[in-house]
């Protein structure tokens, strides 16, 4: 393998549990819900992926329980902003801090250990093509998932039925309530999907880009995912050029600091997170547009009419 597919390999890798995590935020935002709880869900889903591969030996059961914890997760945010109208913003953070916490104590246990790798899938034949086959057929398995999740959350949103109807929520949920629309039930799907495809994300940091548990190693890409979703204007395939270029982002400080080019590799470490901040900015210059494609009700709690 050469040197450029190495970078590319490793961009893929970086921008996989973003892309993830950021796909599934669409999804719950598009509903008219806001999350802020995302790296809360990442960071529960990595530390529980590490700790059932490293009891049972399995990284794929790893895999699963990750989803699992981010699942469980979400459906402690929803029964808290959907059932019992708690702030949702308030809720998010407040979760973020319990996850951050939770995954520390559950995670001591591991530290230092070594991590199980999950293994990549080759496909017969397209694996073997040149330069591409390596780098888009010999991926692991989570990889395989969130290409899957852009291209069905892409297809859901603009092709389908009940895609329509959670677009139609997220922008006036009341109406779509009087149409007969069930609006909690489909919020709480929006949500129980949002948490975990940041589960599985978590899991992919865990068990994949660097295999171990390290406190705190989701590194802020909650909230990366977070500003991904704006970035990409509430749109699957935005979200997966941005989330790509957001690993470049990443992976091209490392290959900077590899270098020993003559700037502080703090400022290097902090590229990933001011292309976070410029982004937003230029998103603020053009609100207008913003503001058009947001949905109407996001972040407004809903109690049927008795």
Same mark, same amino acid.
């Given at each position: =393998?050469d040197?450029?597919?190495?970078?590319?390999?490793?961009?893929? !890798?970086?921008?996989?549990?973003?892309?993830?995590a950021?796909?599934?935020?669409?999804?719950?935002?598009?509903s008219?819900?806001?999350?802020?709880?995302?790296?809360?869900?990442?960071?529960?889903?990595?530390?529980?992926?590490?700790?059932?591969? %490293?009891?049972?030996?399995?990284?794929?059961?790893?895999?699963?329980?990750?989803?699992?914890?981010?699942?469980?997760?979400?459906?402690?945010?929803?029964?808290?902003? $959907?059932?019992?109208?708690?702030?949702? @913003?308030?809720?998010?953070?407040?979760?973020?801090?319990?996850g951050?916490?939770?995954?520390?104590?559950?995670?001591?246990? +591991?530290?230092?250990?070594?991590?199980?790798?999950?293994?990549?899938?080759?496909?017969p034949?397209?694996?073997?093509? /040149?330069? @591409?086959?390596?780098?888009? +057929?010999?991926q692991? /398995?989570?990889?395989?998932?969130s290409?899957?999740?852009?291209?069905? @959350?892409?297809?859901?949103?603009?092709?389908?039925?009940?895609g329509?109807?959670?677009?139609?929520?997220?922008?006036?949920?009341?109406?779509?309530?009087?149409?007969?629309?069930?609006?909690?039930? !489909?919020r709480?799907?929006?949500?129980?999907?949002?948490?975990?495809c940041?589960?599985?994300?978590?899991a992919?940091?865990s068990?994949?880009?660097?295999p171990?548990?390290?406190?705190?190693?989701?590194?802020?890409?909650?909230?990366?995912?977070?500003?991904?979703?704006?970035? &990409?204007?509430?749109r /699957?395939?935005?979200?997966l050029?941005?989330?790509?270029?957001?690993?470049?982002?990443?992976?091209?400080q $490392?290959? &900077? %600091? &590899?270098?020993g080019?003559?700037?502080?590799?703090?400022?290097?470490?902090?590229?990933?997170?001011?292309?976070?901040?410029?982004?937003?900015?230029?998103?603020?210059?053009?609100?207008? =547009? !913003?503001?058009?494609?947001?949905?109407?009700?996001?972040?407004?709690?809903f109690? /049927?009419?008795?």
């Amino acid at each position: =393998m050469d040197m450029t597919q190495a970078i590319v390999l490793t961009i893929m !890798t970086a921008a996989t549990p973003l892309l993830l995590a950021a796909i599934g935020e669409l999804v719950v935002e598009r509903s008219g819900v806001l999350n802020l709880g995302v790296e809360g869900m990442m960071i529960m889903g990595a530390v529980a992926a590490f700790a059932v591969a %490293q009891i049972t030996g399995s990284a794929g059961l790893g895999a699963i329980s990750g989803l699992i914890a981010g699942l469980l997760f979400s459906l402690l945010f929803g029964l808290l902003t $959907l059932t019992l109208v708690a702030n949702q @913003v308030a809720t998010g953070l407040a979760l973020t801090i319990l996850g951050l916490g939770l995954s520390g104590m559950i995670g001591e246990a +591991f530290i230092g250990l070594p991590g199980l790798k999950l293994a990549a899938i080759e496909i017969p034949v397209l694996s073997q093509i /040149p330069f @591409v086959g390596p780098i888009l +057929f010999n991926q692991d /398995p989570i990889f395989y998932v969130s290409i899957l999740a852009v291209v069905g @959350v892409n297809w859901f949103l603009f092709k389908s039925r009940t895609g329509l109807r959670l677009r139609a929520i997220g922008d006036n949920h009341s109406s779509a309530h009087a149409l007969g629309v069930k609006v909690v039930r !489909t919020r709480y799907l929006a949500v129980m999907f949002g948490g975990a495809c940041a589960g599985l994300a978590g899991a992919h940091l865990s068990l994949v880009y660097t295999p171990q548990w390290v406190e705190n190693m989701t590194a802020g890409r909650g909230w990366i995912a977070l500003a991904l979703v704006v970035f &990409a204007s509430w749109r /699957p395939t935005r979200v997966l050029a941005g989330a790509y270029l957001f690993g470049a982002v990443s992976i091209g400080q $490392l290959h &900077a %600091q &590899a270098l020993g080019l003559g700037i502080p590799s703090q400022f290097l470490s902090a590229l990933p997170y001011l292309a976070t901040i410029a982004v937003l900015i230029i998103i603020s210059l053009n609100r207008r =547009m !913003t503001l058009i494609n947001t949905p109407a009700s996001l972040g407004k709690s809903f109690v /049927p009419e008795r």
